[in-house]
């Protein structure tokens, strides 16, 4: 099976802040790598897919950037909106993988 | 709009047995591969099956392979999960999820779940 890592588990930041979040693949998966934003009690939401493409509908905000091993999602200027977890998923290959999530809280 | 609507989550003992429902709108469910995603309490998602648009092809996690079920209902816009067998580690929240395509399967529109909680 294919592990995602991400890091770190929990970043603190304050609203307006450049916000960085890595995932890497323990072996390469090209650019089937995807970006969801889960708030508390609710689905997770698509953000990005194929490591830099921007879902319909989601801010320009976000961005996404990688391939192989290592991704990485960029909040460029952090809003009020925007605190919740973010998780990666891997679609190269099945299992179908995700990443154990990064927890984005309030500074 | 993409709806889907999971149901049938409840408490069930050890080696009990439940059905979950997804039911589809919004979109041509039989045009699309779909799939279940748990989430056990406070953590993190894991993929649990996928079925093709006709039935034709199903796939399990290891973790379920021989006691979970996916099936569906492309006339009445259903998805399924039949859970048999269950145990404590089956306890999480149950999502079905709609993926683009066979070939690129992240997930463009979930549902908002349904608990399981397998305890005696």
């Known amino acids: 099976d294919i592990q995602m890592t991400q890091s770190p588990s929990t970043l603190s930041a304050s609203v307006g802040d450049r916000v960085t979040i890595t995932c890497r693949a323990s072996?390469?998966?090209?650019?089937?790598l995807a970006w969801y934003q889960q708030k508390p009690g609710k689905a997770p939401k698509l953000l990005i897919y194929?490591?830099?493409s921007l879902q319909n509908g989601v801010p320009s905000r976000f961005s996404g950037s990688g391939s192989g091993t290592e991704f990485t999602l960029t909040i460029s200027s952090l809003q009020p909106d925007d605190f919740a977890t973010y998780c990666c998923?891997?679609?190269?290959?099945?299992?179908?993988?995700f990443g154990g999530g990064t927890k984005v809280e309030i500074k | 709009e993409v709806q889907l609507v999971e149901s049938g989550g409840g408490l069930v003992q050890p080696g009990g047995s439940l059905r979950l429902s997804c039911a589809a709108s919004?979109?041509?469910?039989?045009?699309?591969?779909m799939h279940w995603v748990r989430q056990a309490p406070g953590k993190g998602l894991v993929w649990v099956s996928r079925?093709?648009?006709?039935?034709?092809?199903?796939t399990y996690a290891d973790s379920v392979r021989g006691r979970f079920t996916i099936s569906r209902d492309n006339a009445k816009n259903t998805l399924y999960l039949q859970l048999n067998s269950l145990r404590a580690e089956d306890t999480a929240v149950y999502y079905c999820?709609?993926?683009?395509?066979?070939?690129?399967?992240?997930?463009?529109?979930w549902g908002q779940g349904t608990l399981v909680t397998v305890s005696s």
């Open positions: 999820a709609r993926v683009v395509s066979g070939s690129y399967s992240f997930f463009d529109s």
């Open positions: 072996q390469s998966i090209s650019s089937w």
């Open positions: 194929k490591a830099s």
């Open positions: 079925i093709n648009s006709d039935e034709s092809r199903t």
């Open positions: 998923q891997q679609y190269n290959d099945y299992p179908l993988t």
């Open positions: 919004g979109f041509t469910f039989s045009n699309y591969w």
